[in-house]
């Protein structure tokens, strides 16, 4: 089995990020993994689910053959509209995200750096990139959550030292999860809160690129509230 | 309130007079508020060596009519939008190539600074400073100022020649109503531009009809609208093709 499938699968990565959503939180989920997020039962927490494209407090993907084609989410999902939904225009979904209404953004990325810097928008060798919304987000939400695979595809790791990658933002990420385990950034290394199921700590120790930090008691990843 | 009517008799007759050279904004965001009918009809048009303004330059799938396609037909100088690649590496956008080559010239800004840079040209405003893009690539060599203890990016205004974007709804004065997320940037953009041109879903209504309140762009931002005629001869959202990963 490849580093990249052992462990959590896509969704429990979702999931666990999920359970992290406070009642009355503003939540941006980015394209991908994150939007997975959406599907995680949290019990009755209330959330409220921004998309950079101007839309407010939409709900799960719509049905097939009841789409609104005039309804995306960031990804161009056709999804549905949960009561007291609102629409705005692009300057004013803006304005919510640097005005510092976002109380979490959800993202892949490419690299985390232990100090907190991330990289998401750009690879090695090309001259420009996919940024999105990713810097508005990133430089303005409350809290940055990132999703990734814990290695690339040819085995390095993404939890880094230092990004080599250009960065989205710098000092931002605040918690990681990836198949391998849950992991906060410190300005030391990063803290290994939680582990995957069938994951051994030496198998993290191994696929982490700075100092990993372990708790005595080490609890699993936490998938259900 | 008497005014003539705004609306043309075709898509082609709309964009008639687009010189080459001119900056041209395309609302939309997926498939919701992107002028189809309007890029197919510049398309045709021919119009060379412009700068195109926009989020994204495609392609959707199924691949509709987009800036990455007035790219292909050779009608592009420069390109403003905040994705010149995907994000996902294994993705790759038509345009990418054009660009990793040099033949088209592109500026990769942010959606949130693309937006309130059309939003400070709208409104008389040449130029602003965000947090966004902060230590970063993209501000390197440029002028950034500490306000409040907090280091912030000066960005510039981006004025439009043209905007083309896609309403649900309009009168003959232009007032435009949008559905769902297809509003996006387009009423931005409309107020950035010196010529505004709305491609619109429903049959376009006398002056009047439409209650005020109910008005997302005011026909004064707006000169010429289109309406979209049913399939087969009119382009409209479709379904999304969902990618394999």
């Not at chain 1, 880094?160 to 918690?175: E, F, I, M």
């Not at chain 2, 799938?61 to 100088?77: A, F, I, S, T, Y």
Request: aromatic share 6%; glycine share 10%; proline share 6%.
């Amino acid at each position: 089995m490849s580093g990249t499938s052992k462990g959590l699968t896509r969704q429990q990565m979702a999931d666990r990020i999920a359970l992290e959503f406070q009642d009355g939180w503003i939540v941006n989920l980015g394209v991908g993994i994150p939007t997975m997020c959406s599907n995680t039962d949290i019990g009755d927490r209330d959330i409220t689910y921004h998309s950079e494209n101007g839309v407010i407090g939409y709900g799960p993907i719509a049905p097939s053959g009841q789409e609104d084609l005039n309804l995306v989410n960031a990804g161009g999902q056709n999804v549905t509209l949960k009561p007291g939904a609102a629409v705005v225009h692009h300057a004013d979904s803006f304005a919510i995200i640097r005005g510092g209404r976002i109380d979490v953004t959800v993202m892949g990325a490419y690299e985390v750096a232990c100090n907190g810097d991330f990289a998401n928008w750009k690879i090695t060798g090309q001259k420009g990139g996919g940024i999105g919304g990713a810097m508005d987000l990133a430089a303005c939400a409350k809290r940055v959550f990132i999703i990734m695979e814990q290695i690339t595809r040819s085995g390095a790791p993404r939890l880094v030292s230092q990004c080599a990658l250009p960065v989205t933002a710098r000092g931002v990420v605040k918690l990681v999860a990836t198949n391998y385990g849950l992991f906060q950034p410190t300005s030391e290394g990063v803290s290994l809160r939680e582990i995957a199921p069938g994951i051994t700590v030496d198998e993290v120790r191994a696929t982490v690129g700075c100092k990993l930090t372990v708790p005595d008691a080490l609890p699993q990843v936490r998938l259900a509230s | 309130m008497t005014q003539k009517s705004k609306q043309v008799g075709s898509f082609r007759e709309a964009v008639h007079d687009i010189p080459d050279g001119a900056t041209i904004a395309f609302g939309g965001f997926a498939m919701p508020g992107v002028p189809f009918n309007l890029i197919k009809a510049l398309l045709e048009h021919g119009a060379r060596q412009l700068t195109l303004v926009g989020n994204t330059t495609g392609a959707q799938q199924p691949r509709m009519p987009d800036m990455g396609m007035l790219v292909e037909n050779g009608q592009v100088k420069k390109v403003i939008c905040a994705f010149t690649a995907a994000t996902r590496p294994t993705d790759v956008l038509p345009f990418t190539k054009y660009y990793e080559s040099g033949e088209v010239d592109a500026e990769l800004v942010p959606q949130g600074t693309l937006a309130e840079r059309l939003r400070a040209a709208g409104a008389g405003i040449p130029a602003f400073y965000t947090p966004t893009a902060v230590g970063t690539e993209l501000a390197e060599g440029r002028e950034t100022r500490i306000i409040n203890g907090r280091e912030y990016l000066l960005e510039y205004a981006l004025p439009l020649d043209y905007a083309f974007i896609r309403a649900t709804r309009a009168d003959t004065f232009g007032n435009l109503q949008f559905h769902r997320s297809q509003r996006n940037f387009c009423p931005v953009m409309a107020t950035a531009a010196r010529v505004t041109i709305a491609e619109v879903d429903e049959d376009i209504l006398p002056a009047g009809a439409m209650d005020p309140d109910h008005v997302h762009a005011a026909g004064i931002f707006v000169h010429r609208l289109v309406k979209v005629p049913p399939p087969p001869d009119g382009l409209w959202p479709t379904r999304r093709q969902e990618r394999s990963r």
